[in-house]
């Protein structure tokens, strides 16, 4: 496992992908994110700013086409070309 930026940057982005996936923009936690990226909080903050800026690099990046559960519904406004139908 590497721990140059880009690295450290794409373990992230893609902890943050899952986090958001599971929890939806409020209830993401950027420790979480951190532990499962292996990385430190700063790291986030140095690459993303905060946790809104992190979540919409996924949900750019990503086409919006995060996963939209009945647990996380409410956290970002679905999609409708992309939603599951039991959103």
């Known amino acids: 496992m590497g721990y140059?930026?880009?690295?450290?940057?794409?373990?992230?982005f893609t902890a943050a992908t899952a986090e958001f996936a599971e929890h939806g923009l409020?209830?993401?936690?950027?420790?979480?994110?951190?532990?499962?990226?292996?990385?430190?909080?700063q790291a986030i903050y140095l690459y993303y700013r905060n946790k809104e800026k992190l979540f919409a690099a996924v949900d750019l990046v990503d086409g919006g086409m995060v996963?939209?559960?009945?647990?996380t519904r409410g956290s970002a406004p679905p999609r409708a070309c992309c939603s599951p139908s039991w959103v």
């Open 4 to 12: 140059g930026a880009e690295d450290t940057r794409r373990q992230i």
């Open 26 to 41: 409020s209830g993401a936690k950027v420790d979480r994110i951190a532990a499962a990226a292996q990385a430190n909080k």
């Open 67 to 71: 996963p939209i559960s009945p647990k």
